[in-house]
């Protein structure tokens, strides 16, 4: 019997189709090679104790009777509630104590929240030796998404647990894995923060303004989406980058750019890259940049307006890293 395993999922990013996706149309995101570790053991206690380090979470404890409830720390809550899940589906005796490590920033919108569930729950169900497919640890990890949020599409979860390129349906209706290999793409940082619940609420009331109008903008990524998947798949880069422009120009008709992420896109397009558009929400957070031999170029030109970020993308999803 295992009394301790570690296991990590990538943080992501999306590629296409942010926006759209919230309301049923496909999405195509990514995994970045940046990873959030959770230590899992058993503690012979009716008591979970976790600890957060890199959250300012040192030392938070429970009994096992009393997981939930509303006003969680945020360091907490996908885990606590994950676990919560978890304990009403499979009841165990004893409790846990909980280790989390990220090798990223919550800043940067890369979905810490979503990788530590998934990174939580395969741990956990190895712990307890629990043989679920993957599909069975996205339905699980998305429940447990949904209750602390109420809302959300569930792509972060999906390139959490799979990896690689995926393209993505609501609510997990299509999850195909589209390109296994590292993208050409590189990320630029605005070093803002992006508001992305205020951001979505923002776009929801110009739906409800402009119904015709918005509902045509999402046809349209609708479309970009779709024929992005089949250039990725190709490996034509070169139209992927066009597509990520007119991806671009459809998010600004949406009006959730920003100063800085515009300077990010021109900068890299002026430097040589094949395509750059807005990653996430908007507001701030991350941008993206086909590049096919003008890297250096690139990365210079984000590096003097913004933030580069090192990163891999199309990294390997959820594992396991210890078995002890």
Known sequence: ??????????GKLILFGE????????CIVTAVDQR???????NGKDTFHLSAPDLGLTAYSKTTNDLGGSGLPKAVRFIEVFYK????????ERGIDVVTKSEFSDSFGFGS???ATVAFAKALVELYEIDLTDKELFDFCYGAVLEVQGVGSGFDVAAAIYGGTIYYVTPGKVIETIYEEELPIEVGYTGIKADTPTLVRQVAELKRKKPRTVRGIFDQIDKVTKEAKRKLMEENFAEVGKLMVENQNLLNELGISSVELDRLNKVSMEAGALGAKLSGAGGGDCMIAVVDGKKNEVVKAMKKNGEWLDVIIGAEGVRVETDE
Not at 1 to 10: E, G, Q, W
Not at 19 to 26: K, R, S, T
């Open 1 to 10: 019997m295992t009394d301790k395993v570690t296991a990590s999922a990538p």
């Open 19 to 26: 926006h759209a996706v919230v309301y049923g149309h496909p």
């Open 36 to 42: 959030l570790f959770v230590t899992v053991e058993r």
């Open 85 to 92: 899940r978890f304990l009403e589906k499979y009841p165990q």
């Open 113 to 115: 929240s979503s990788a």
